[in-house]
């Protein structure tokens, strides 16, 4: 069966660096891209951007270019996040989420990761 | 950027009832649209594809419509299991934004 299986929580403090993992199983890495997406306590969905998990290429959203990372260990069949610098209003949990297409046009993310808190305090 | 936006922001609504809640693209986006469900301290699940296309297993009482900047999740007959909060996101080009969100309450 397709899981997402994240690492566990973190707690970090500001102007330190998190790096979050999303092993994959279950199916063909490379054939599907991996999406990032935030959550801040009690707040909605971010989407925060992607990687081509084929050709290793990021797209970063705009709140997302500078200090966010995404990267690939296709070996093990795992994506990254890395956070660094952070600060206070990084404190979220962050989902990793499948790109599935259907037809080759249409777009949604069928699987998920349980999440990864982060939790940013002094 | 393409923005969403999703009304209402909450619903109180009892069991048996349907509820429909709305999502306006600021653009076309040619029905590449999802539904995800996400209840308190869960992952979102997909509930709907392309607009109106259930995602497996996804009971029939859910149904998506819509076409151009304007879609619809509805719901019929409203089970204990259905509450929690429901995200619309679009899939026509990058930034793929959410919208803001529909929390469904038990009244």
């Known amino acids: 069966q397709i899981q997402l299986v994240q690492s566990g929580p973190e707690l970090k403090k500001p102007g330190e660096t998190v790096k979050i993992s999303c092993k994959a199983s279950g199916y063909t890495f490379t054939n599907y891209g991996m999406n990032w997406v935030k959550q801040a306590p009690g707040k909605g969905l971010k989407w925060m951007g992607w990687i081509n998990t084929y050709t290793g290429e990021p797209t970063y959203a705009d709140d997302f270019k500078g200090r966010f990372v995404f990267s690939l260990e296709t070996s093990a069949s795992t994506a990254y996040l890395q956070i660094s610098n952070l600060k206070n209003e990084d404190m979220a949990t962050y989902f990793c989420?499948?790109?599935?297409?259907?037809?080759?046009?249409?777009?949604?993310?069928?699987?998920w990761g349980q999440g990864t808190s982060v939790t940013v305090s002094s | 950027d393409i923005q969403m936006t999703q009304s209402p922001a909450s619903l109180s609504v009892s069991v048996g009832e349907t509820v429909t809640i709305t999502c306006r693209a600021s653009?076309?986006?040619?029905?590449?649209l999802a539904w995800y469900q996400q209840k308190q301290g869960k992952s979102p699940q997909l509930l709907v594809y392309a607009a109106t296309n259930l995602a497996d297993g996804v009971p029939s009482r859910f149904s998506g419509s819509g076409s151009g900047t304007q879609y619809s999740l509805k719901i019929n007959s409203l089970q204990s299991e259905d509450f929690g909060s429901y995200y619309c996101?679009?899939?026509?080009?990058?930034?793929?934004?959410f919208g803001g969100g529909t929390k469904l309450e038990i009244k």
């Open positions: 996101q679009h899939f026509w080009g990058t930034p793929y934004t």
């Open positions: 989420a499948r790109l599935w297409d259907y037809d080759a046009y249409y777009f949604a993310m069928d699987y």
């Open positions: 653009e076309n986006i040619y029905s590449n």
